[in-house]
């Protein structure tokens, strides 16, 4: 099929973003926007054209250029992206021979040096990987952490695995939800919170722990380098289900009792009569 002129332009501006590197690849940027990274691989091969529900969130969320889009006048952007410190960061991940990403592994003693070797593709392909069969884990990126210390306690124990979705910096504003829990990356360290967000009125964060014992403390958004939201736990903490009270058993031991206080009561009496 012939493709139609805002379909070649719109591939045109992916083309740029890409170069410009705002997004890591033309899969990332379906996914980042809610759509099937296959159907940009068929707009590429000439297969298919661009639905406007698409180029309406590329103008909205990448600010391609409406203009340009629909009559091929004008930039390819309404305007430069601005930096505000929350801008895309460069993401290592790791594929299969098929070109799916596996959800990487990050066990605790990796996490001392994480934060300052994300950016090295060996550092992140030498880490354990995976995938799992459940569809949600086939669209965006995932990585699961091993929990160290006492902090999310009783939420989540040492050695617990929890499974996080990679949120963009440029999302974090709106995506960060107050009072849920997530992974947060500096370049020291490695930890899951439970959140409120202040990125919107003064650029920070506050993190807070489920066990008390532990006070809040808060982060500024340029000192985090990645954002993961908590979506599965992993745990090999089971405990032994808590023994079910039988209020029939109850009342019949009741029931002995009294009646063996009665006896004794009656016996009692009968010693002191005679």
């Known amino acids: 099929m012939a493709l139609s002129g805002i379909t070649k332009r719109f591939l045109e501006c992916l083309e740029q973003l890409t170069l410009d590197r705002k997004v890591r690849s033309k ?10 990274a296959q159907g940009i691989s068929e707009m590429v091969a000439g297969r298919r054209d661009v639905p406007l529900e698409l180029v309406e969130k590329a103008i909205l969320t990448y600010r391609f250029n409406p203009v340009f889009l629909f009559t091929g006048h004008g930039n390819h952007f309404s305007n430069p992206i601005e930096d505000d410190g929350l801008r ?44 799992l069969p459940d569809p949600q884990f086939r669209s965006g990126t995932y990585r699961s952490f091993e929990i160290a210390g006492t902090s999310m306690e009783p939420t989540f124990m040492p050695n617990d695995i929890v499974i ?33 967000n202040h990125i919107k009125a003064s650029k920070s964060i506050e993190c807070c722990s489920d066990n008390a014992a532990y006070d809040p403390y808060t982060l500024e958004a340029d000192e985090i380098l990645e954002v993961w939201k908590a979506r599965v736990k992993l745990t090999s903490h089971i405990d032994a289900p808590s023994p079910r009270v039988n209020s029939k058993e109850i009342s019949e031991q009741l029931q002995a009792q009294q009646k063996m206080l009665e006896n004794l009561h009656l016996r009692l009496s009968e010693v002191k009569i005679s």
Do not use: C, M
């Open 27 to 36: 899969r990332h940027f379906a996914l980042s926007l809610g759509y099937h």
């Open 88 to 131: 895309l960061r460069n993401l290592s991940i790791v594929t299969d021979d098929k070109g799916e990403e596996r959800i990487v592994h990050v066990p605790y003693p990796a996490q001392a040096g994480y934060g300052r070797l994300l950016d090295d593709p060996i550092f992140i392909s030498d880490l354990p990987s995976y995938q």
């Open 164 to 196: 996080a979705a990679f949120i963009e910096p440029r999302f974090w504003e709106q995506a960060i939800k107050s009072s849920q829990i997530y992974i947060i990356v500096t370049k020291k360290d490695v930890v899951i919170k439970r959140i409120v």
